[in-house]
Every structure is written in C-alpha cells, then in structure tokens.
C-alpha cells in the first residue's frame, strides 16, 4: 500500500493507494473548524471564488484581449472604440464554437483535485489578478494564462507542497511557453510569403484596401481564438470549485459558467489596455494592414489549433511571436529586438512571480481570524 500526507496548522491529510490500484482519499481534521469554515458558509465561500473568476476573466479581458486589438489599432483600420467592441463581440461568440478542452486541462490536469480546497482556489485566482495588475501598471504585456496557472499552482504548493503538482500535466504548458510564439512567427512567415506571393502584380494602394477590408476578418478570428483559450482557462478553475464543493459529482463544465465567463472576457475586452496596444502594436514592429492581417491570421491559427487539442497557451505570446515573425520577413532588423528582449523576460518570471503571490495570499488567508 502507498501512503502519501501532508500536515498543515488545521489539518493532517493522507491519500493512500490500495494493492488494486484504486486510489481512496482521506482527510482528517486535528483540530476544530478552520478559521474560515468559522468566518463563512462553503457555499457564501464558493459565491466569492467564483466572483473572484470572473474578476480575473474581466482582467484577463482587460489586460490580454488588448493583443486582439493591438494590430488592427496600430494599422488605423478600425478607431479604438470599435476595435474593442469588435474584439469583445468576436471573444464572446467563442462561446458557442468551441470545446471545453482547455478547461478540463486547467481545471484537473495541473494540480490534483484532492488537494485543493476554497482557500487554494481563492488565493491561486487573487494571485494572478494581484499579477495582472502589476504588469498592467508598467505596460508590459505578460500572460494572463501563466499568471492563473502560477497563482493556482503556488497556492496549491503551499498547502501540500510539490506532491500536489501533476508534472505531467505541465509538460505541454511549459513547453509552449516557447512553442507558441515560435509557431505563430512561423506562421506568420508563411502567410506574409504566400499573399506577398498573391498580390505580387497589383498596386500598393489596392493592396492596402484589400488587406484593411481582410484585416477585420483576420481580427475576428483572432479574437474568436483568443475568447476559446483564455476563457476556458477560468472556466476550469470555476469547475473545480464547484467539483470540491461537491456541487458536481463528475468534472464537466457546466453550460452557465461557459456563458459567464465569456461574458467577463468581453466586458474586460470593452474596459480596454491602452498602454498594452502601442507596446504590442508599434514598438515590437511597424504594421501595414497587409502585415497586420498575416499577423491576426497566424495568431488565430496557433489559438484554434492548441485549444482544438487542450493546450493552454498565452495569447499573447501567440500574437507577439507573430508579429516578430512579420517583422522578420521583410528583414531582421526590422524587428525591435530591445523590446522583445524585456517581453520575454516578462514571461519567464510570470509563472513563478504569480506563484509567489498566490503562495503568499494562501498562507495568510489561513491566519485570518474569525
């Protein structure tokens, strides 16, 4: 029999596993209710994570889905008000397209379920918000992906330590930390290749209006993208809230929180990132429509693609990678490479700097007295 437990200040938790392989989970409190058992009832508690969600998804709209904008901004083919309007409209229709694969990935797929309880999930979900916010202040166009996946794992790690990680669930996620930008310049190549191919015999300026025209749609796509798989991301964390409440006897999202936090996403996309669109639109590279739609294209490719197979991505390094890839088509140097550099680096410490804040929120979410 394999025995594996863990004891915090409130409780002594053991999971064992009998001959047969079937794993049977037990908790054992030492000591009286917790402090917030005290302090509210579970389901006043499970009302606030999933507020919370929601916050975080408003966020993420706020601080992510400025990527979905960014080009088609910086190319004037759309003013900022229907930019934003059209990004939202476009992140909320994601709804009714697409799976619910990344969700399922997010939500049992990184940490084990067993473990996690309100005060993980709350403190996982305020760490990537308190992340978000912080970026946001310098302009910086970090993942709001990795900042949920740092802030729950973190809260998770400090509860039951590092056995509560599935590392085989982070496999996909930490490679396409660099997979993704780099499969959204590839495409970007390719799609500036091929249409500069297409339209090679027609003049600048009918170029120019074809490709503002396109530009809307390549930027519906995105947006459609960017809504499947930033949403779902919050979807999960919602549904393991309502799975650990015992709200849910099998992890499935349900239909409501789907709607909800699309509906989040949108209006955070509605609330805008203006600082985040010039980093994103000008000063990594300078977009024409024609740049600005093979961009658009291959983020929304990248986005579909991973979500269509469960792998949550960062849009933003999706759309990042993409326009790098625009800018190295016509040369190296027209790549801002300054820029790209603190970008980078930007999404490096996301995972371990929203951990943090979610580790710390945890422990002292603990303390709080009633």
């Not at 992510?64 to 229907?82: E, G, Q």
């Not at 308190?130 to 729950?152: K, Q, R, V």
């Not at 024409?288 to 469960?310: K, Q, R, S």
Request: hydrophobic fraction near 55%; charge should be positive.
């Amino acid at each position: 029999m394999f025995t594996r437990s863990w004891k915090d200040d409130k409780e002594d938790v053991a999971i064992e596993t009998d001959p047969a392989g079937e794993k049977l989970y037990i908790r054992i409190s030492l000591t009286n209710q917790p402090y917030w058992d005290n302090a509210m009832s579970n389901f006043a508690m499970l009302l606030l994570i999933v507020a919370a969600a929601l916050a975080f998804d408003f966020s993420n709209g706020w601080h992510d889905a400025a990527n979905s904008i960014a080009t088609i901004v910086s190319t004037r083919v759309l003013k900022p008000l229907w930019a934003v309007a059209w990004a939202a409209f476009w992140n909320f229709i994601a709804a009714f397209v697409f799976g619910t694969a990344v969700a399922k990935t997010m939500g049992n797929g990184l940490i084990h379920l067993e473990v996690v309880n309100q005060q993980v999930l709350l403190a996982g979900i305020l760490g990537a918000i308190g992340w978000n916010l912080f970026t946001l202040t310098i302009g910086l166009p970090t993942s709001s992906s990795h900042a949920l996946m740092g802030g729950y794992a973190g809260a998770a790690v400090a509860r039951a330590g590092f056995t509560a990680i599935i590392v085989s669930g982070w496999v996909k996620p930490v490679i396409f930390i660099f997979a993704a930008p780099l499969f959204g310049a590839l495409a970007a190549i390719i799609v500036t290749i091929a249409t500069s191919w297409i339209v090679r015999h027609q003049a600048p300026h009918a170029v120019d209006r074809w490709f503002r025209r396109l530009q809307l749609l390549s930027a519906a796509s995105y947006s459609l993208g960017h809504g499947t798989n930033d949403a779902q991301k919050t979807m999960g964390i919602i549904t393991a809230a309502l799975f650990a409440g015992g709200l849910l006897k099998t992890y499935s999202v349900p239909f409501w929180v789907i709607v909800c936090c699309h509906l989040a996403m949108a209006g955070g996309t509605m609330a805008g990132g203006w600082r985040i669109v010039k980093t994103m639109g000008q000063r990594i590279t300078k977009l024409n429509p024609f740049g600005g739609f093979a961009a658009e294209t291959a983020g929304a490719l990248t986005l579909i693609g991973t979500a269509h197979f469960g792998i949550p991505v960062s849009t933003t390094h999706t759309i990042t990678g993409a326009i790098v890839g625009v800018g190295i088509s016509r040369r190296l140097s027209a790549v801002r490479w300054g820029v790209t550099r603190s970008i980078v680096w930007a999404w490096v410490l996301t995972i371990p700097g929203a951990a943090l804040f979610g580790a710390l929120l945890y422990l002292a979410f603990r303390y709080i007295p009633s």
